[in-house]
């Protein structure tokens, strides 16, 4: 034991000499690089909410390669590679239950992170770019969580995606184009689930990746908004160092969420429902928690109005900054934005709650 100590102390310069020579970035360097720092409200969890989504898509992208391993996207093996994975392959249920909730973990994250964003008007001048890089980010998001439910071509998998071509139908001149290109046809069928999984497995995911350098480097740019509290003495520093104390608070959340997802996936694993059935309309058709405001809105206003309004929506949110600039410039005051804000959020959590209360 004392030899194999002497002998790898003799080798340690050596090898820090070679790591060196090649990659010529000393310890120093590599702090002053990472160590921006950061505001004191980053100690507040709704304030860095941003590190929990990037965690997650860590854990999405680590667990998703090991679905791969075993799913095969066409319709006649998509349904039994699941089922493979779900009852057979060694801690399968685990993964893929894993894969599920924390997809679910990271849509929240991205919806609390933009209303955090959004209440302490941090995408004003100079963050407005930001904010629209943001807003690709969760349209990202959703669309990996819509693509990847219809990958396991299950009934409700099968009508949920369905009902989302019908849904690009109705978008008046390139509706019917629109809806050929996402099925690869006029149907749900094999090239429909190809298409899906290049989305969801390489395109969207290229996509987060790139446009959360683009996030993180405006982030570094711009710095995090300063934001007062009552409750910090004027006295105290009114900032903290990225390394290691932040990143130690993101850690620490890090582990904790694995805990709890690992708790979820053990207690309420990823279930399997009957396969597809293109001939049988189910009773109820559902989409993902997450679509529950869009589905509710297509039921109350249905058509070509739904559709429209809905893309208005989602065009306003993106040019939010603004809006909110123009608003405040005429009102003189904020009011106005929060209010906006306010009504905006009741309305999609009511939507949200409204159609998971009813059967239809
Ligand atoms: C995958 C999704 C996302 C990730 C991983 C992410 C990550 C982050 C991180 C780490 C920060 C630093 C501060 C913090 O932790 O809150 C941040 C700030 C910011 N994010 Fe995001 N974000 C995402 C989505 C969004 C969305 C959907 C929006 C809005 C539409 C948005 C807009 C902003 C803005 C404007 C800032 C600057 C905030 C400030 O200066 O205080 N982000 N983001």
């Not at 002053?32 to 950061?38: D, G, I, K, L």
């Not at 959004?118 to 407005?128: D, I, K, Q, V």
């Not at 990958?151 to 109705?170: H, K, M, P, R």
């Not at 058509?303 to 429209?308: E, N």
Request: aromatic share 14%; charged share 15%; proline share 5%.
């Amino acid at each position: 034991m004392q030899a194999l100590r002497q002998w790898c102390r003799g080798r340690v310069p050596v090898v820090t000499r070679w790591w060196q020579s090649r990659v010529p970035v000393s310890g120093e360097q590599l702090l002053a690089m990472t160590n921006e720092p950061v505001p004191n409200h980053l100690k507040r969890w709704w304030f860095c909410l941003g590190g929990t989504p990037a965690y997650l898509f860590v854990v999405q992208v680590v667990t998703g390669i090991m679905l791969a391993v075993y799913y095969q996207p066409s319709a006649e093996t998509a349904y039994d590679s699941v089922r493979y994975i779900t009852h057979e392959a060694t801690f399968g249920w685990y993964f893929r239950s894993l894969h599920k909730w924390a997809a679910t973990f990271m849509i929240a994250a991205v919806i609390l992170h933009q209303m955090r964003v959004f209440f302490t008007g941090a995408y004003r001048e100079p963050r407005e770019l930001n904010w629209v890089v943001g807003m690709l980010l969760l349209l990202c998001t959703l669309g990996l969580g819509f693509t990847g439910y219809s990958l396991v071509f299950e009934q409700l998998s099968y009508w949920g995606a369905t009902v989302g071509a019908n849904i690009c139908d109705q978008v008046p001149l390139i509706g019917g184009i629109s809806k050929n290109f996402m099925l690869g046809g006029e149907e749900y069928s094999s090239r429909t689930l190809s298409r899906f999984y290049v989305l969801h497995a390489a395109v969207l995911p290229a996509a987060v990746v790139g446009l959360l350098v683009i996030h993180i480097t405006f982030i570094r740019m711009h710095g995090i908004t300063e934001l007062k509290f009552d409750d910090e003495p004027e006295d105290q520093p009114k900032h903290f160092n990225f390394f290691p104390d932040h990143l130690y608070t993101e850690i620490l959340i890090g582990l904790l969420l694995m805990i709890l997802l690992s708790v979820l996936a053990t207690i309420q694993p990823a279930d399997l429902g009957h396969p597809a059935d293109p001939l049988t309309t189910p009773e109820v058709i559902k989409p993902e928690w997450f679509f529950y405001v869009t589905f509710r809105w297509l039921k109350l206003f249905s058509g070509t109005f739904a559709v429209l309004s809905m893309g208005l929506v989602v065009f306003a949110m993106i040019v939010w900054p603004w809006i909110d600039a123009q608003l405040r410039r005429w009102t003189k005051s904020e009011i106005a934005s929060i209010c906006i804000g306010v009504a905006v959020a009741v309305a999609i959590i009511g939507m949200t709650v409204w159609e998971a209360a009813v059967a239809h």
